[in-house]
């Protein structure tokens, strides 16, 4: 399928390109089709919105899914860390999201009925979006925007949900700490090694880039308002490993915000396995849908 392409800031930076998917069915008979953004992955550092187009992973059929279930798909590039340090990935996916709502007439698209999903990076960033869509404030928005980058729900596929914690929670499900795809994501993401120094725009990333942190203060309303997250992740994930989201997923119960998470047995991460099983991803889509009110 050839996609509508375009940006969703005026700059037209390939950084804020997007591809546009639109349904192949009718979902339910209702005149705007629901839409899924996806947000991929590569430690933030590589990768773009053409992994749903085509990916090794498989992680395009996620897309084809979700349009043959009735939703519209995007899938969107950000900033990436040699371009710009955290929070500016956060800025770019609610830019996105802003703007698919504003412009959701002409797409055809419902802007009340948006759900997210990410890979890994994208994960993480699809996490941070369910969790601080009712914040209202400059750091994580990068503005004060009139349209506000709330969603209905959001899938992280295995995402990073602390970054602090991420070596040790290597160790605890049983594999070495350090991994030889590293390559300072972290620090590059964030702008230093943790902890970061005192005073530094280091520390203040590093001081809110976790979505865990927004789990922990999950509310069903209010300004901690959390949208419903489905987990998925395998239990061999090497890189970022299954406790990450075990532990998010602990947090938004425990807080009663919707969620699930599915874990895939003896997954790596990236595995094909996660996306070649129709169930899986018959599920996510079925969940998504009563997420949005269909």
Request: aromatic share 10%; net charge negative.
């Amino acid at each position: 399928m050839t996609p509508l392409t375009g940006f969703y800031t005026p700059n037209n930076d390939v950084s804020h390109a997007f591809d546009f998917y639109p349904p192949q069915a009718s979902l339910h008979g209702t005149e705007r089709a629901p839409l899924m953004i996806y947000i991929h992955g590569g430690a933030w550092r590589y990768g773009d919105k053409s992994s749903a187009e085509n990916s090794l992973s498989g992680a395009h059929k996620l897309r084809i899914a979700f349009t043959a279930a009735g939703f519209a798909v995007a899938s969107i590039n950000y900033r990436l860390s040699d371009i710009a340090q955290f929070p500016a990935q956060l800025h770019d996916v609610k830019a996105a999201v802003r703007y698919f709502k504003e412009h959701a007439l002409e797409l055809g698209i419902d802007a009340s009925r948006i759900v997210v999903a990410g890979g890994s990076a994208g994960g993480h960033l699809a996490q941070l979006l369910a969790g601080t869509g009712h914040l209202k404030d400059a750091y994580s928005e990068g503005a004060a925007p009139d349209t506000l980058s709330d969603i209905q729900a959001a899938i992280s596929i295995y995402g990073v949900s602390d970054l602090r914690t991420i070596f040790d929670d290597r160790v605890a499900c049983g594999f070495s700490g350090e991994h030889p795809e590293d390559g300072d994501a972290e620090k590059l993401l964030l702008g230093s090694a943790y902890p970061a120094p005192r005073g530094s725009d280091a520390e203040q990333a590093w001081a809110t880039a976790h979505p865990i942190d927004y789990a922990q203060l999950a509310s069903p309303s209010g300004t901690h308002q959390h949208a419903p997250l489905f987990f998925v992740h395998g239990t061999a994930d090497s890189l970022v490993p299954w406790n990450q989201s075990s532990k998010a997923f602990t947090a938004l119960e425990k807080h009663g915000i919707e969620t699930q998470l599915k874990l895939v047995e003896d997954a790596e991460h990236g595995d094909p396995a996660i996306y070649a099983n129709p169930l899986l991803l018959q599920q996510i889509v079925a969940w998504s849908i009563v997420q949005v009110g269909l």
